[in-house]
């Protein structure tokens, strides 16, 4: 059974820093893509960053030019490294690997999420 585990949220003032680590756990499977969302109260979830195999990678606007995601595939683990952050930056922050746990079989990959990690950007 795969599990992905989040860690890295927390309260950090405005202007800070934090990174996010997500890992997945088990083995014999292919990742795919990885990602990060979040979703502040109120409020839809949004895509944050996303990274396939290959190491493209995409942002969204609010995140682009602050915010840097990346992947180990060793430690089949994605980061989301965030500077500059904003009170607007405040949300849970979920990562997504898209896994096909049978690489073997004909059977596609489908995603996975994490529980979700608080990020609160407050003085």
């Known amino acids: 059974q795969v599990q992905l585990v989040e860690s890295g949220g927390g309260l950090v003032p405005p202007g800070g820093s934090l990174r996010l680590s997500c890992t997945a756990s088990?083995?014999?499977?292919?990742?795919?893509?990885m990602g990060w969302s979040r979703q502040a109260p109120g409020q839809i979830r949004e895509p944050v960053a996303s990274?396939?195999?290959?190491?493209?990678?995409d942002y969204g606007y609010s995140s682009k030019g602050r915010f840097t995601i990346s992947r180990d595939d060793a430690r089949k683990t994605v980061y989301l490294d965030m500077s500059s952050l904003k009170p607007e930056d405040t949300a849970v922050y979920y990562c997504?690997?898209?896994?096909?746990?049978?690489?073997?079989?004909?059977?596609?990959?489908?995603?996975?999420w994490g529980q979700g990690t608080q990020v609160t950007v407050s003085s």
């Open positions: 990274i396939t195999k290959g190491g493209s990678v």
């Open positions: 997504s690997m898209d896994i096909d746990t049978n690489p073997y079989d004909d059977v596609a990959a489908r995603t996975y």
């Open positions: 088990g083995n014999g499977f292919t990742v795919w893509a």
